[in-house]
T-cell receptor, first 116, second 117 residues
């Protein structure tokens, strides 16, 4: 069974804390993604990575950074958490197939982060 | 600019009826892929169906079909014979960027479908 695992299902952090959200995939996928999901706004891409140590900004990278030191692990970092970063965070991975775009993304179970 | 637009925040359908969920997209790429995902209340994202920009036939997967109209840049999901278990959020997504060497996957805002008995 293919698997994307996020380290926490629920997380409560204080304003100003440094927060790490971890994501691990066991499918040897090249591409990994971090999204946040908010009601009425759908899934918005924060960052994605297409290779180890490679990263690209998504649509809402402000206030976030990422790290991909190993192929299977993609971390999302909130340098100084703020209340407006309270959200559901979803990690996903997909195979890089070059010109073939028919590669679905597999998702983790999500981390519901509350910043108080 | 919004890449994926889902204009229906919520839809209602009776069991056994068909329902169409709308999705329009915007891209300058000639090659792109369109996906639909289902998210039940439990939160997991379930892949439903894929349509490639060069596919000549509309994609079908069981009770799901994709009404792909390239000139209109629309990729509507049709669910036939709705079931109570179809009640969920549905997201349309697009993969593009092949020419830049990497492939982003962007999503719309979603449509909440409620199937009534």
């Amino acid at each position: 069974d293919v698997k994307v695992t996020q380290s926490s299902r629920y997380l409560v952090k204080r304003t100003g804390e440094k927060v790490f959200l971890e994501c691990v995939q066991d499918m040897d996928h090249e591409n990994m993604f971090w999204y946040r999901q908010d009601p009425g706004l759908g899934l918005r891409l924060i960052y994605f990575s297409y290779d180890v140590k490679m990263k690209e900004k998504g649509d809402i990278p402000e206030g976030y950074s990422v790290s991909r030191e190993k192929k299977e692990r993609f971390s999302l970092i909130l340098e100084s958490a703020s209340t407006n970063q309270t959200s559901m965070y979803l990690c996903a991975s997909s195979l890089e197939t070059g010109f073939d775009l028919n590669t679905e993304a597999f998702f983790g179970q999500g981390t519901r982060l509350t910043v108080v | 600019a919004q890449k994926i637009t889902q204009t229906q925040p919520g839809m209602f359908v009776q069991e056994k009826e068909a329902v169409t969920l709308d999705c329009t997209y915007d891209t300058s790429d000639q090659s792109y892929g369109l996906f639909w995902y289902k998210q039940p209340s439990s939160g997991e994202m379930i892949f439903l169906i894929y349509q490639g920009s060069y596919d000549e036939q509309n994609a079908t997967e069981g009770r799901y079909s994709l009404n792909f109209q390239k000139a209109r840049k629309s990729a509507n999901l049709v669910i036939s014979a709705s079931q109570l278990g179809d009640s969920a959020m549905y997201f349309c997504a697009m993969r593009e960027g092949r020419n830049t060497g990497f492939q982003k996957l962007v999503f719309g805002t979603g449509t909440r479908l409620l199937v009534s008995p």
